[in-house]
């Protein structure tokens, strides 16, 4: 008895913390930490194994708040766990780590940033496997509110933790039975969640989720489960305190000064009894590396970038066991089964699952990984939310859009991604690459392999001619200098598939006495722009840029920004995709887009 009255007192100060730091704070979502006291009394203080010291410790036993809103809560616990010191009365100051949701960069211990509901369980599976590959014994722990388990995502992951037996993985469904505005979709029907999680192959458990004793023993049943378990548990939002408990009410709502001392007057007063923590045993684990060989190519030889992103990420693959190929179920196409050809082990599917395909890069980044993940640029819309998540948790990792820009041809405007450069260049920590020929893909795949932060490669569809030698470097931030003279009276700019089209546009133009530079904008983001700004100074003062994607947010309204802070006289010609595009060959659209190397001469011609 104990142990069960130790972990009730646990969780009653970690109640009257959670209404006193919203108090201070004239924010937040108290009462949903209040649902949740007993479960993060148990996990934090007899179910898991970790080392307060050191939240990097590779094997520490992890948990992810998914239901973000309940930061509080978890601060608190990890307060008197002693992993933290700050002061939890800064809750949500502008000096203070404890922000309104968990944030990665502001706290170690919150591995992936949550806020955005439903994607907690993805960055889970990410550990879970990261796991199962190093053999290692952690369990992952990941916190679900009941509103979230709404979301698509959630059932990306229910499916695919199940088809990877999963085991050492559990979710916690806290169901309060309230969301923001009302009851939630099953309300407290606790039969209809484990329908759905049985569904899906998954070993569910129902409890009462503020009984101690239960809780015990479902998370023990857990960590020796040969599924993933699904521990679906009633609670009561605002638990503990009267006029809060099962209030719709209260959600994003604080407590005034008075309300809260009426509140703590209704919680019993406990003080913090001695909890050792275990700390978890240590495997030994190193990641394999060898000597790398890139692939080779030819000058002139015609082959498609995605093949030679396949081909590269294969010999990374070879040469480093770190390096991962994760696909959603388009492989043939984006070519990383390159990968799973000679290097299985280091290939993960994830099937038609856009959003778990990022979320689960996500949490194997966070594990030492380098997880490059593989989906049609067109489809990773609607991963643009998991996205802007990897990028708030300070993510090192890679995803490639192959089939980008109307060059995709015949399969349509659906197929063709026209928005992903707008996508990634608005997020903080991305960088953005669209190589044109083999060897560049190649340079700019090793190039990404190394580089921190969200990295962006896209690819294309058509065969392009290799036009770089295999000893050209391509450094970040910079870009290629294809043709210049000292008479030129126009720069050409193309990324992928528009460089081959200037270079044709530029001898299209040398016939007619007018003379062009050519530049491979290989590099979208970082860009040297006070670099390219005085080569375009010298070479015309004017610029015509052409690329397959929308003018928004594209590599035309980006140096058009650039060129306009500057104050520098420079005409600009910008060529781009208008319209929903058609089907057809690829080189026809681009005539009938007006991005090829036609359009660009006579952008070039007209004043």
Known sequence: MGLIKDLQDIANILRCDSLTMTTKAKSGHPTSCLSAAEIISCLFFETMSYDTKNPDNPDNDEFILSKGHASPILYSALYHAGAIKHNLLKLRQISSPLE?????????????????????????????LAAKMQKRKFHTFVLLGDSETAEGSIFEALQLASYYKLNNLTAIIDVNRLGERGETIYGHDLKQYKKIFSSFNWKTILINGHNIKQILKALKKARYSNKPTAIIAKTFKGKGVSFLEDNEKYHGEVLNEQ????????????????????????????????????????????????????????SLAKSDSSILAIDAEVSDSSHSDEVKKTSPKQFIETFIAEQDLISIALGLSK???????????????????????????????????CHAGVSTGEDGAPQMGLEDIAMFRDLPNSNIFQPCDAVSTAKIVLLASKTKGVNYIRTLRPKTPVIYKNSEPF?????????????????????????????????????????????????????????????????????????????????????????????????????????IPHSGPWYKLLEKYKI???SIANAVMTK
């Not at 060989?293 to 990420?313: C, D, F, M, V, W």
């Not at 593989?374 to 643009?384: D, E, Y």
């Open 100 to 128: 309104g949701h968990p944030i990665s960069r502001s706290l170690k211990w919150a591995k992936v940033s949550t806020g955005s509901l439903g994607q907690g369980l993805s960055n889970g599976i990410g550990f879970a």
């Open 259 to 314: 309300q809260l001392k009426k509140a703590l007057n209704e919680i019993p007063n406990s003080k913090m009894p001695k909890i050792k923590i275990e700390k978890p045993k240590s495997v030994r684990f190193k990641f394999k590396k060898t000597s790398l060989k890139l692939p080779k190519y030819n000058l002139s030889e015609h082959i498609t970038t995605r093949l030679a992103y396949g081909q590269t990420l294969a």
């Open 367 to 401: 594990k030492s990984y380098k997880p490059f993940a593989s989906a049609f640029s067109s489809f990773l819309t609607r991963a643009h939310d998991q996205i802007r998540m990897a990028s708030i948790s300070s993510a090192n990792l890679t995803i490639n859009g």
């Open 475 to 579: 450094p970040i931030s910079q870009f290629k200098i294809l043709r210049q003279s000292k008479k030129d009276s126009a720069v050409l700019i193309g990324s992928g598939i528009t460089v081959h089209e200037a270079i044709k546009a530029h001898e299209l133009l040398k016939l007619k006495n007018i003379s062009t530079a050519v530049i491979d904008l290989y590099c979208i983001k970082p860009l040297n722009s006070k670099k390219l700004i005085n080569f375009i100074k010298s070479h015309g003062k004017k610029i015509v840029i052409s690329e397959d994607h929308f003018k928004a947010g594209g590599i035309g309204e980006m140096l058009s920004e650039i060129i306009s802070e500057t104050k520098e006289k420079i005409q600009i010609k910008h060529l781009y995709v208008s319209g």
């Open 596 to 598: 090829n190397y036609s």
